[in-house]
């Protein structure tokens, strides 16, 4: 029994370090109201950075590169969804960009991840 326990426990140590360094770290934008998707299953993560960088998961890409990406994953699974993580002080224009290439891979459930002083993202 111990056997198990110690397998479970080394399991979850391992996918807990694989899923936190999937995501990139930007700045959220803060929102009083923001509240937890309830379904978080099955979203393709892109983060824009500070610096102007956009990342697919956790591998930086072009705008071109991004297109590819979220077709292929539209082609994957027909109901996808995304989730943008952007930074607070980037211009708005490149997070348009972004929504563009997934409203034109024909993916229209798009959430944003945002900051609650006092709760989390």
Do not use: H
Not at 28 to 33: D, F, G
Not at 44 to 53: F, N
């Amino acid at each position: 029994m111990m056997d198990i326990v110690f397998q479970w426990i080394a399991f979850f140590m391992i996918v807990a370090t694989y899923v936190t360094r999937e995501k990139v770290e930007v700045e959220l934008p803060m929102a009083v109201n923001a509240a937890i998707a309830e379904n978080q299953q099955g979203r393709m993560m892109i983060s824009v950075t500070l610096d102007g960088k956009i990342w697919a998961g956790s591998q930086a890409v072009s705008l071109d590169e991004l297109a590819s990406e979220v077709r292929a994953w539209r082609a994957t699974d027909g109901a996808a969804k995304i989730v943008i993580r952007a930074d607070r002080s980037n211009d708005y224009g490149l997070v348009k960009q972004v929504m563009k290439v997934c409203r034109d891979a024909g993916i229209a459930d798009i959430i944003f991840s945002s900051f609650q002083p006092g709760g989390g993202e």
